[in-house]
């Protein structure tokens, strides 16, 4: 049996961290469902950036949407959710089989309202009514900033995926939020089911410190971070305030591992994916991880519900000099930050072809 195959049947969701026209246009991403066990896919605007820029698939409706006089951010969004809904059509069939646990999509507010609640809450509400997709995911940043706007979303009854988040502090406070949401709409007599997933990074935690460690400790930090992050995941789920939720028909948030690509080139193409196999999780992959895990990955032992010897390997790190706490918090800002860029880079791009384009079909 294929590994992808292993994993879908132990319980974990294998999604796609990737979005393109051509991923659609090919047939590629219904290849991936139907043989890699994929069933949801991640998208952010470094994705979109590198669709945009590096090919023409986007290159005639960017000349429709500019003849109708879309520019900048609101003809990226146009582009985003023709994409995803068309992804979210293809996943549509398992998102109904499993009564809307799994087979969502992702979309991102603009990273710009990272620390702006009060926006973040009309972006997330308005990109969702606008997709009209069940299972779409509006994703909101972990921030301090996001978490009053990730309890109002889901009050809302807006599915949000929460992105950003890289310590158990950050991951608990996310999984409270959304526990909020939930529990006001069950006091307001609400249906209490809102589909939501907080999503932990693991590889930056290594990149971070691959030049500040003994080789010993070399890529082991992001696995004792998700081994503490997992302990506190299943006990939020055992927990009395979660389990009265669940009597009232809520369903809890799931944890999804992101960031799951290895950086190191001397380590496995598979570190992550294997180390993180666990149960009632998601996994969202970067494509060239996916194909190297059905092609020669192996699940072995899962995740241990206690976090193993989490511990014990984060205090070798301690001892090596390594706050974990404030590089948790430095993680999640300097993750902002690069969002930002990200997207400024990305809106630059749809600028220099949207103009291009229009000056070529003006010759």
Same mark, same amino acid.
């Given at each position: 049996?294929?590994?992808?195959?292993?994993?879908?049947?132990?319980?974990?969701? &294998?999604?796609? !961290?990737?979005?393109?026209?051509?991923?659609?246009?090919?047939?590629?991403?219904?290849?991936?469902?139907?043989?890699?066990?994929?069933?949801?896919?991640?998208?952010? $605007?470094?994705?979109?950036?590198?669709?945009?820029?590096?090919?023409?698939?986007? !290159?005639?409706?960017?000349?429709?949407?500019?003849?109708?006089?879309?520019?900048?951010?609101?003809?990226?969004?146009?582009?985003?959710?023709? !994409?995803?809904?068309?992804?979210?059509?293809?996943?549509?069939?398992?998102?109904?089989?499993?009564?809307?646990?799994?087979?969502?999509?992702?979309?991102?507010?603009?990273?710009?309202?990272?620390?702006?609640?009060?926006?973040?809450?009309?972006?997330?509400?308005?990109?969702?009514?606008?997709?009209?997709?069940?299972?779409?995911?509006? =994703?909101? $940043?972990?921030?301090?900033?996001?978490? %009053?706007? &990730?309890? /109002?979303?889901?009050?809302?009854?807006?599915?949000?995926?929460?992105?950003?988040?890289?310590?158990?502090?950050?991951?608990?406070?996310?999984? /409270?939020?959304?526990?909020?949401? @939930?529990?006001?709409?069950? /006091?307001?007599?609400?249906?209490?089911?809102?589909?939501?997933?907080?999503? #932990?990074? &693991?590889?930056?935690?290594?990149?971070?410190?691959?030049?500040?460690? %003994?080789?010993?400790?070399?890529?082991?930090?992001?696995?004792?971070?998700?081994?503490?992050?997992?302990?506190?995941?299943?006990?939020?789920?055992?927990?009395?305030?979660?389990?009265?939720?669940?009597?009232?028909?809520?369903?809890?948030?799931?944890?999804?591992?992101?960031?799951?690509?290895? =950086?190191?080139?001397?380590?496995?193409?598979?570190?992550? &994916?294997?180390?993180?196999?666990? $149960?009632?999780?998601?996994?969202?992959?970067?494509?060239?991880?996916?194909?190297?895990?059905?092609?020669?990955?192996?699940?072995?032992?899962?995740?241990?519900?206690?976090?193993?010897?989490?511990?014990? #390997?984060?205090?070798?790190?301690?001892?090596?000099?390594?706050?974990?706490?404030?590089?948790?918090? =430095?993680?999640?800002?300097?993750?902002?930050?690069?969002? #930002?860029?990200?997207?400024?880079?990305?809106?630059?791009? @749809?600028?220099?072809?949207?103009?291009?384009?229009?000056?070529?079909?003006?010759?």
């Amino acid at each position: 049996m294929k590994a992808t195959k292993a994993l879908h049947d132990l319980g974990q969701s &294998i999604w796609l !961290d990737n979005i393109t026209r051509n991923l659609l246009d090919s047939g590629t991403l219904a290849h991936y469902i139907d043989e890699l066990s994929v069933t949801g896919l991640t998208s952010n $605007p470094t994705i979109f950036d590198q669709a945009i820029k590096n090919s023409k698939d986007y !290159d005639a409706a960017i000349v429709e949407k500019v003849k109708a006089g879309k520019s900048g951010e609101a003809l990226f969004f146009e582009l985003a959710i023709e !994409d995803l809904t068309r992804a979210a059509g293809l996943f549509r069939k398992v998102h109904d089989q499993t009564a809307g646990v799994d087979g969502f999509v992702s979309l991102e507010v603009s990273p710009l309202l990272a620390y702006d609640t009060a926006s973040t809450l009309t972006a997330a509400k308005e990109l969702h009514a606008r997709a009209g997709q069940p299972n779409l995911f509006i =994703k909101i $940043p972990g921030t301090k900033e996001g978490l %009053p706007a &990730i309890e /109002e979303a889901i009050f809302a009854g807006v599915p949000i995926n929460v992105t950003l988040l890289f310590s158990a502090d950050q991951y608990v406070a996310a999984a /409270e939020a959304y526990m909020r949401g @939930i529990e006001r709409r069950i /006091e307001a007599g609400l249906h209490p089911v809102v589909g939501s997933v907080a999503s #932990v990074f &693991i590889s930056r935690w290594d990149g971070a410190v691959a030049s500040k460690v %003994p080789e010993g400790l070399r890529n082991k930090l992001g696995i004792a971070a998700a081994g503490r992050i997992y302990k506190a995941y299943r006990e939020l789920l055992g927990s009395p305030k979660w389990q009265r939720a669940f009597n009232f028909g809520a369903r809890p948030q799931r944890l999804l591992w992101a960031s799951t690509g290895t =950086k190191d080139p001397k380590a496995s193409d598979v570190l992550y &994916i294997e180390a993180l196999a666990s $149960p009632f999780t998601v996994n969202t992959m970067p494509e060239g991880t996916l194909k190297a895990m059905y092609d020669h990955g192996n699940v072995g032992a899962i995740m241990a519900p206690d976090g193993g010897d989490c511990e014990t #390997v984060l205090a070798e790190f301690a001892q090596a000099g390594i706050d974990v706490d404030a590089l948790a918090a =430095k993680l999640q800002s300097d993750g902002a930050k690069s969002f #930002v860029q990200s997207w400024n880079e990305l809106l630059e791009v @749809i600028s220099t072809k949207s103009a291009d384009l229009k000056t070529a079909v003006a010759h």
